[in-house]
T-cell receptor
Framework: GAVVSQHPSRVICKSGTSVKIECRSL??????MFWYRQFPKQSLMLMAT?????????EQGVEKDKFLINHASLTLSTLTVTSAHPEDSSFYIC???????????FGPGTRLTVL | QKEVEQNSGPLSVPEGAIASLNCTYS??????FFWYRQYSGKSPELIMSIYSNGDKEDGRFTAQLNKASQYVSLLIRDSQPSDSATYLC??????????FGAGTTVTVRA
């Protein structure tokens, strides 16, 4: 399957700061990547679809001005959580489409804690 | 009705037993079905995909799909302590995205 890396793996920040999370495809040229959020003991919730060279598409209820996504190259998508607040503390995971039908492979995730 | 529903856990099985996980989905047009394993604190890992009705076996894992009943299951044979994890069922939406169930946590007792 696809190999995806994320950086950083863990970040702690103060309320009001912005945090950037990088997601890299290590073996494919990923025109499409996905960003998920997972709160403790809950399932994955898709936040947005990152499209190389065009605007991201956001799921209903996700604030596009708060969660900025940039997919400037075929191997890198970034998610910036702007003006982070404690309620944004979560596990953020990106994924990449594999070569199979609809399958996705996930990065290792980034645990964000906002104080 | 949720798009993807899984049997509520946690599920506790003795080592060597069969763990049976169930999942139902609401979109009759779904074509692709996946089981992911997620260890505590880690991201999901794809362990099975199934696209056609019937059974698909991979090592100790067997996925079963019944599109008429909108039902997909995962059997883990000869369960090992290392199988202790949360198992997520995922189904494609009418686009290329996936909808995930809430997950079933499995604990294998040594």
């Amino acid at each position: 399957g696809a190999v995806v890396s994320q950086h950083p793996s863990r970040v702690i920040c103060k309320s009001g700061t912005s945090v950037k999370i990088e997601c890299r495809s290590l073996d494919f040229q990923a025109t499409t990547m996905f960003w998920y959020r997972q709160f403790p003991k809950q399932s994955l919730m898709l936040m947005a679809t990152s499209n190389e060279g065009s605007k991201a598409t956001y799921e209903q209820g996700v604030e596009k001005d708060k969660f900025l996504i940039n997919h400037a190259s075929l191997t890198l998508s970034t998610l910036t959580v702007t003006s982070a607040h404690p309620e944004d503390s979560s596990f953020y995971i990106c994924s990449e489409r594999g070569t199979g039908q609809y399958e996705q492979f996930f990065g290792p995730g980034t645990r964000l804690t906002v104080l | 009705q949720k798009e993807v529903e899984q049997n509520s856990g946690p599920l506790s099985v003795p080592e060597g037993a069969i763990a049976s996980l169930n999942c139902t989905y609401s979109d009759r047009g779904s074509q692709s079905f996946f089981w992911y394993r997620q260890y505590s604190g880690k991201s999901p890992e794809l362990i099975m995909s199934i696209y056609s009705n019937g059974d698909k076996e991979d090592g100790r894992f067997t996925a079963q799909l019944n599109k008429a009943s909108q039902y997909v299951s995962l059997l883990i044979r000869d369960s090992q302590p290392s199988d202790s994890a949360t198992y997520l069922c995922a189904v494609n939406r009418n686009d290329y995205k996936l909808s995930f169930g809430a997950g079933t946590t499995v604990t294998v007792r040594a």
